[in-house]
């Protein structure tokens, strides 16, 4: 055969592979009990990791872009060409509804006056397991307490069974626990959960205590707290509660509004302390436990294990409303879409899923109107594709969906798949030394949940800078 045939040759069976290559399902073809894969295009062009470029260097260059801009002097003309950038082109952007530079105006004007105004200010940050033990959140928190004042770890519910970084928890017996959502839910007889998606049931002589933990990666802005608020709903006429601490005399119950289905018991202490007891009697259902300073922000951490976030409709508005109403709450994060990415085979699957998050957002704007809410997408998630570790299929579309359903019913959102790397990112993550992600492919390690963490705050805080940037030329 002569050398031009046999390139010629070579030139139509490359062209053959590369046609198969992109027809073929990437989710594979069944075969009974089997499934044949066919390597894409990328699987041929990529490196070992599964990534054409390192997705932890373009972590980098984000984090300096944003760190450079973001504290350098410069001149009206070069600050409004950063912003315009930051905002059209960044991975670490947050897309806006109708792409309003100035979605967050209202939000940041409470954050700058809340201290001065005696206020305290909550962001709850739903999510599932990946911000378990108040990991992502802790690290927010500190940030935006540091900058704009506030102290302790927010918002507790009556029970808790998972440990935390931040503060210890016991609780009497006797106080049933009931969750809307996740993987180890007991639903309660009624739909009155509050703000944690959460209840405790209480009968009888009861008590919860908590105390500010000193691990060493406890934050240090929740090691003392200040204003104590208990949240309880039907309260039998003998419910009664009274707070002890420390050397400070046992204070009784400051009831709140009496007309409200949440009714709340507070408790301003002279000084800050680092723990407490609540011993109560009586009946009543415990919706949470509210450990804050007097002024600032607060921050919640409000996990749900193996749950798509997809619950919030089912929970009483009137209880869920007042109960956000009186925690003066502006932002809610929402944290979901990890585990219902194992699940999906198609794009009608996400479409659903698309659907009901939809429904999520529209919801929570209905119930708390003063509120911003992020969505944030979920994490690049690794499993098994002809015998290699890739991204999950359909990772992008479902991503894109959820960006779809935030800005559709006016939410912003934030693409964590994006900011860590994009596809295969994960594999990067777990590799890197120190690992910032564990060995399952799905969560973060400490280590990765600060540094994921950081971008967030950082990227929010580009946005701030905006506001104040603009604001002050008005001026």
């Not at 108040?134 to 998972?162: C, H, M, N, W």
């Not at 894109?400 to 359903?405: D, I, R, V």
């Not at 559709?408 to 030394?433: D, H, L, P, R």
Request: charged fraction near 20%; aromatic fraction near 10%.
């Amino acid at each position: 055969m002569k050398a031009r045939d046999t390139l010629l040759f070579i030139v139509i069976v490359l062209s053959l592979l590369g046609v198969i290559s992109a027809l073929f399902p990437e989710e594979g073809v069944a075969f009974g009990k089997r499934r044949l894969y066919f390597p894409t295009i990328e699987d041929i062009l990529t490196n070992e990791s599964g990534s054409s470029a390192s997705a932890l260097q373009r972590v980098k260059e984000i984090e300096e872009s944003i760190r450079l801009q973001r504290y350098q002097d410069s001149i009206y003309a070069d600050s409004l060409t950063f912003y315009t950038q930051f905002f059209q082109e960044s991975p670490s952007r947050i897309a806006l509804p109708g792409n309003n530079w100035d979605y967050f105006n209202d939000l940041f004007k409470d954050f700058d006056t809340c201290e001065e105004r005696n206020e305290v200010i909550h962001i709850l940050h739903y999510g599932d397991s990946q911000i378990e033990s108040d990991r992502i959140t802790g690290y927010i928190r500190q940030q935006l307490q540091e900058k704009f004042g506030g102290s302790g770890p927010g918002l507790l519910p009556a029970v808790q069974p998972i440990p935390s970084i931040s503060v210890g928890q016991t609780a009497s017996e006797n106080i049933e626990r009931y969750i809307i959502s996740g993987m180890h839910q007991n639903r309660a007889p009624h739909r009155r959960y509050g703000a944690l998606g959460q209840v405790g049931m209480m009968q009888g002589e009861s008590f919860i205590s908590v105390n500010a933990r000193n691990l060493k990666n406890t934050y240090e802005n929740v090691k003392e707290f200040q204003e104590i608020r208990l949240f309880v709903g039907q309260p039998g006429k003998n419910f009664k509660a009274k707070l002890i601490s420390g050397k400070a005399s046992p204070k009784e119950t400051v009831e709140g509004a009496a007309k409200s289905p949440v009714k709340v018991y507070s408790w301003n202490l002279e000084t800050p302390v680092k723990k407490f007891s609540l011993h109560m009697s009586g009946s009543g259902e415990i919706y949470g436990i509210a450990v804050d300073g007097t002024s600032g922000i607060a921050m919640d951490n409000v996990p749900f294990r193996g749950s798509s976030g997809t619950f919030f409709d089912t929970m009483d508005s009137t209880v869920l409303a007042s109960m956000l109403e009186e925690l003066n709450t502006k932002l809610i994060l929402l944290e979901f879409g990890g585990n219902t990415m194992p699940g999906i085979r198609n794009q009608k699957m996400i479409d659903i899923y698309r659907n009901k998050m939809s429904g999520q957002i529209a919801y929570l704007r209905r119930v708390c109107p003063e509120a911003k809410i992020i969505l944030i997408g979920p994490a690049d998630m690794s499993t098994k594709v002809n015998g290699k570790l890739r991204t999950y299929p359909y990772m992008e579309e479902m991503v894109e969906a959820l960006k779809g359903a935030a800005l559709e019913n006016g939410a912003a959102f934030w693409n964590m798949y994006e900011v860590m790397g994009g596809k295969n990112s994960m594999i990067e993550w777990v590799k890197n030394s120190p690992a910032l992600a564990a060995p399952d492919y799905i969560h973060f390690t400490t280590k990765g949940a600060e540094r994921i963490a950081d971008l967030f705050y950082e990227s929010l805080m580009v946005y701030y800078d905006y506001y104040r940037f603009v604001s002050g030329h008005k001026k």
